[in-house]
């Protein structure tokens, strides 16, 4: 849906499309490789030269034996119909961490991964189809595992296109 602005001249900032949905399919996983989270979209630009903003929350919960649990999430960005490439979070301020005090204790932590990603990309032709995918890991001691969306919580991504 294109928002029109009719008291100004300038287009610089203006938001032309938003697009998003809800994912809600849960899912348990123990491997230590990036696997896809299911959270996943893609928006066609409708103007070259724009820029995106991409929003991401994720639920989950996460599990281990031991000294420490953590599972690390990263946002996954595809450009086709133009220039471009990957953009990956997956770094160390990207994961979520959660320690014990002794080696024998179980941890199992709560919480909703969020990320906004402002991401200008002034060579986007109009009709670049930009597809932006939530990846996660696990990074835990012992016996983990990450469970996405348990519960009945949902997940979000929204991607806002913005003429510049």
């Not at 946002?75 to 086709?80: A, E, K, L, P, S």
């Given at each position: 849906?294109?928002?029109?602005?009719?008291?100004?001249?300038?287009?610089?900032?203006?938001?032309?499309?938003?697009?998003?949905?809800?994912?809600?399919?849960?899912?348990?996983?123990?491997?230590?490789s990036?696997i896809?989270?299911?959270?996943?979209?893609?928006?066609t630009?409708?103007?070259?030269?724009?820029?995106?903003?991409?929003?991401?929350?994720?639920?989950?919960?996460?599990?281990?034996?031991?000294?420490?649990?953590?599972?690390?999430?990263?946002?996954n960005?595809?450009?086709?119909g133009?220039?471009?490439?990957?953009?990956?979070?997956?770094?160390?301020?990207?994961?979520i961490?959660?320690?014990?005090?002794?080696?024998?204790?179980h941890?199992?932590?709560?919480?909703?991964?969020?990320?906004?990603?402002f991401?200008?990309?002034?060579?986007?032709?109009?009709g670049?189809?930009?597809?932006?995918?939530?990846?996660?890991?696990?990074?835990?001691?012992?016996?983990?595992d990450?469970?996405?969306?348990?519960?009945?919580?949902?997940?979000?991504?929204?991607?806002?296109e913005?003429?510049?």
């Amino acid at each position: 849906m294109a928002i029109y602005y009719a008291n100004s001249n300038s287009n610089d900032g203006r938001i032309i499309q938003i697009v998003g949905n809800q994912y809600n399919t849960a899912l348990t996983t123990t491997s230590t490789s990036y696997i896809d989270t299911g959270l996943t979209q893609a928006i066609t630009t409708k103007k070259a030269g724009s820029q995106l903003i991409c929003l991401v929350t994720q639920a989950y919960d996460n599990s281990a034996n031991g000294l420490y649990a953590r599972v690390r999430f990263s946002v996954n960005r595809q450009i086709t119909g133009g220039a471009g490439g990957n953009f990956d979070g997956g770094r160390e301020s990207e994961g979520i961490y959660i320690g014990a005090h002794t080696s024998s204790q179980h941890i199992r932590f709560y919480g909703t991964y969020t990320n906004l990603i402002f991401d200008p990309h002034p060579y986007l032709n109009a009709g670049s189809v930009v597809t932006y995918k939530v990846r996660c890991h696990n990074d835990s001691a012992s016996s983990p595992d990450i469970r996405l969306i348990s519960g009945g919580r949902h997940s979000h991504i929204q991607i806002v296109e913005m003429a510049s």
